[in-house]
């Protein structure tokens, strides 16, 4: 897949320094009507899941889970200090903390920036009846590879220091040998019938491909902003929200397992 097309106005910025809207995007944010008079009845206490992006932790989605938190959900951390470890550990990890997230409730909703909204869509396919729906924000799901050159060096650096032994981090069999063999297969399954599933994505992201935010079986929504500020972007939160209520247990059919 090519790496972005045309650029015209904002485009035509060297790519990366895009991301240096991160700042304003949070200070438009907090100026929102919709985050600073958040509704506390709109979560009904449901459950999230949220899964940072790759390089980053939990913290990285705190601003996130504090508008959750007001809006009456229930979020809660991947249990991640820094999302670069085993594809096959981190899935595992995930269901095992959707499974205590999700308590007496049916199912749980799990929003995830970029790659960890690829983990949270194969989390869907593996257990439909654990996951309500996805919210993927800046994530390469028809292609993880369709990111920024700097940004795939850091992916591949990262995989040889987990080959040489360094602790927490992926292997490069696990991009392409038999370690996450089986994630990367739930990955390929279609998407689950009774989920939902949305994908948010930014022509203007600096690191990954919009195109590879496309994914068939999701509902796509554009915003403006750069890849960093999904997290603390006004328009992702409008998009959030909407996804959310939808995502409502209660309002779903009863998911149907998609075969292996």
């Known amino acids: 897949m090519a790496y972005f097309g045309s650029q015209t106005g904002l485009l035509r910025l060297p790519r990366l320094l895009r991301e240096g809207r991160t700042g304003l995007e949070l200070a438009a944010l907090v100026r929102d009507p919709r985050f600073r008079r958040a509704d506390p009845d709109a979560g009904a206490g449901r459950s999230v899941l949220l899964v940072p992006g790759f390089m980053a932790g939990d913290g990285s989605l705190g601003v996130l889970a504090g508008w959750l938190r007001r809006s009456g959900f229930r979020p809660g951390g991947a249990g991640m200090r820094l999302n670069a470890g085993c594809f096959t550990s981190a ?26 909204g690829t983990l949270g869509r194969a989390l869907a396919a593996r257990r439909p009846d654990l996951v309500s729906g996805v919210v993927a924000m800046g994530s390469p799901l028809v292609d993880p590879f369709a990111i920024h050159p700097v940004a795939r060096l850091q992916v591949r650096f990262v995989g040889a220091l987990g080959s040489l032994g360094a602790p927490g981090l992926f ?79 209660g309002r779903l059919a009863a998911p149907v397992p998609v075969p292996a």
Not at 102 to 115: F, L, M, N, P, Y
Not at 176 to 203: H, K, N
């Open 91 to 116: 899935l595992d990890a995930l269901e095992a903390r959707a499974e205590t997230l999700r308590g007496d409730e049916q199912r749980v909703a799990i929003i995830g920036h970029s790659h960890g």
């Open 171 to 249: 292997r490069r069999e696990c991009l392409e040998g038999a370690c996450c063999a089986e994630v990367r297969r739930v990955a390929e399954r279609p998407f689950p019938a009774g989920v939902g599933f949305v994908s948010i994505y930014s022509r203007t992201d600096a690191i990954v491909d919009w195109r590879a935010c496309l994914d068939p079986a999701a509902e796509h929504v554009e915003v403006r902003g750069s890849h960093i500020g999904m997290a603390v972007n006004a328009e992702v939160y409008a998009a959030l929200g909407a996804a959310l209520e939808r995502f409502d247990p």
